[in-house]
C-alpha cells in the first residue's frame, strides 16, 4: 500500500520557521515529481511548491516565492518543505502529493496525496 504521511505542521508566530516532511512508502518515487498543496478554510485546494524527479528543478506559486523552499532525499524517499516568513494568510492544511512521471505542478492529475498536516500561523 503507497502511503505520504505528512508531519511537522503546528502552530507559529508570524515570520517564524516551519519545515514539513512527507515521508512516503510502499514505493519509491525517485523517477517522480512531488510538491505541495494547500487548502485553508472555505477556499480551493492550491498548488504550492514542486520538484522534479531529480531534485533538479523546482516550481512554485508566486505567493511563495522567496519564502518557501522544496527539496527531496531520494534515499529516504521523502520531500521537505522548508517556510520561512510564514503570514497569517498560510494558514491552511498542507498536503504533499506525488505525479507518476511528471511534476504536480496542478491539483488534477496526481496519482497519490497524503492525509495533511495542519500548519496555523498567528499574527
Known amino acids: 500500500q503507497v502511503q505520504l504521511v505528512e508531519s511537522g505542521g503546528g502552530l507559529v508566530q508570524a515570520g517564524g520557521s516551519l519545515r514539513l516532511s512527507c515521508a512516503a512508502s510502499?514505493?519509491?518515487?525517485?523517477?517522480?515529481?512531488m510538491g505541495w498543496f494547500r487548502q485553508a478554510p472555505g477556499k480551493e485546494l492550491e498548488f504550492v511548491i514542486a520538484?522534479?524527479?531529480?531534485?533538479?528543478?523546482?516550481y512554485y506559486a508566486d505567493f511563495v516565492k522567496g519564502r518557501f523552499t522544496i527539496s527531496r532525499d531520494i534515499a529516504k524517499n521523502t520531500v521537505y518543505l522548508q517556510m520561512n516568513n510564514l503570514k497569517p494568510e498560510d494558514t491552511a492544511v498542507y498536503y504533499c502529493?506525488?505525479?507518476?512521471?511528471?511534476?504536480?505542478?496542478?491539483?488534477?492529475?496526481?496519482?497519490?496525496w497524503g492525509q495533511g498536516t495542519q500548519v496555523t500561523v498567528s499574527s
Open positions: 502529493a506525488a505525479r507518476v512521471g511528471g511534476v504536480p505542478s496542478t491539483v488534477r492529475g496526481n496519482d497519490y
Open positions: 520538484i522534479n524527479e531529480s531534485g533538479g528543478s523546482t
Open positions: 510502499g514505493r519509491t518515487f525517485s523517477n517522480d515529481g
